[in-house]
């Protein structure tokens, strides 16, 4: 227990250390004085998107019918729910944060254990929310733009964020059983094989379309970030989940 604050502890000063220390000046605009590290970084993750995250969500999409597919995709969706839902509280968003409970309950139960999104079907849409949102919501800056190895996209105040949403938000991982560690890295690897799979065509069409891939996903993510901070409407459905 100590050393897990310990950890996010860090994870928290490290974020909060780059976000307020002095930076190079930003000549592009795009709060990005880091570009040169970045895109280094950017392209490490390309290189491991191609040899391993494609070659296997393509398997996974030709290997694994459509429908269960979506039973998975709902199943990973449902767990992921109580951390939405403490994230609606945080901000605020009452109707939200009823949404997202009424989501769970009626999915957890009649959507047998999540497979199927019942909720969804009676007019109680799936909706995201996090940390990092939470903290802009709050006010925080988001700080200069940061591509992370692995998770891709981000900056400062969506690091803490993410470090948050994925140990103390999560009741799952304040629960240990026999076999849990295997429980808990099955249910990563399958998310990331997951959101791979379903942004497949999303993320082609972006590398065909774009000059530079870099700026393109760097313009996607700010708008991205800054729509769903101000609870906005605008269209982007059709995005890559960054």
């Not at 009823?98 to 909706?127: T, W, Y």
């Amino acid at each position: 227990m100590v050393q897990l604050r310990r950890d996010v502890a860090a994870a928290f000063l490290i974020a909060l250390a780059l976000g307020g220390c002095a930076t190079p000046p930003d000549p592009t605009g795009q709060n990005d004085p880091f570009e040169a590290q970045n895109r280094k970084m950017f392209e490490l993750n390309e290189t491991l998107d191609r040899n391993v995250a494609l070659p296997v969500a393509t398997f996974y999409t030709h290997a694994v019918p459509h429908p269960v597919r979506d039973g998975i995709h709902n199943f990973l969706t449902n767990l992921n729910v109580p951390v939405i839902f403490a994230n609606d509280v945080l901000q605020g968003e009452a109707k939200l944060a009823v949404d997202s409970a009424g989501r769970f309950i009626v999915n957890s139960s009649v959507g047998v254990g999540g497979l199927i999104d019942v909720a969804a079907k009676i007019g109680v849409p799936e909706h995201d929310s996090d940390f990092g949102q939470t903290l802009g919501v709050w006010g925080v800056g988001e700080g200069p733009y940061l591509v992370l190895p692995f998770f891709g996209p981000s900056n400062p105040r969506d690091t803490v964020g993410l470090a948050v949403d994925n140990t103390v938000a999560d009741p799952l991982f304040w629960i240990s059983w026999r076999s849990s560690t295997y429980f808990k890295l099955g249910r990563t690897l399958l998310d990331v094989v997951d959101k791979r799979a379903q942004n497949i065509n999303a993320i082609k069409e972006l590398e065909k379309t774009s000059v530079d891939l870099y700026a393109t996903e760097r313009s996607l993510y700010r708008q991205h970030r800054e729509a769903q901070i101000n609870h906005g409407t605008a269209n982007l459905d059709n995005l890559p989940n960054f």
